[in-house]
C-alpha cells in the first residue's frame, strides 16, 4: 500500500469517525482531531 493508499485510507477513517460523533481518535501516542481531515490531505 502506499502512502498516498495509506493517507486516503485515514482520511476516510476519520471522515466515517465524524459521521459517528467521535471527535477524536487515539492514534499511537498522539490525539488526531477529526475534524481536520481535510487540512491532513495537504
Do not use: C
Request: hydrophobic share 45%; aromatic share 10%; proline share 0%.
Amino acid at each position: 500500500m502506499s502512502f498516498n493508499n495509506r493517507s486516503d485510507a485515514l482520511i476516510e477513517l476519520l471522515e466515517e469517525l465524524i459521521q459517528e460523533g467521535h471527535e477524536y481518535v487515539l492514534v499511537g501516542e498522539y490525539a488526531v482531531s477529526a475534524f481536520n481531515a481535510e487540512s491532513a490531505k495537504n
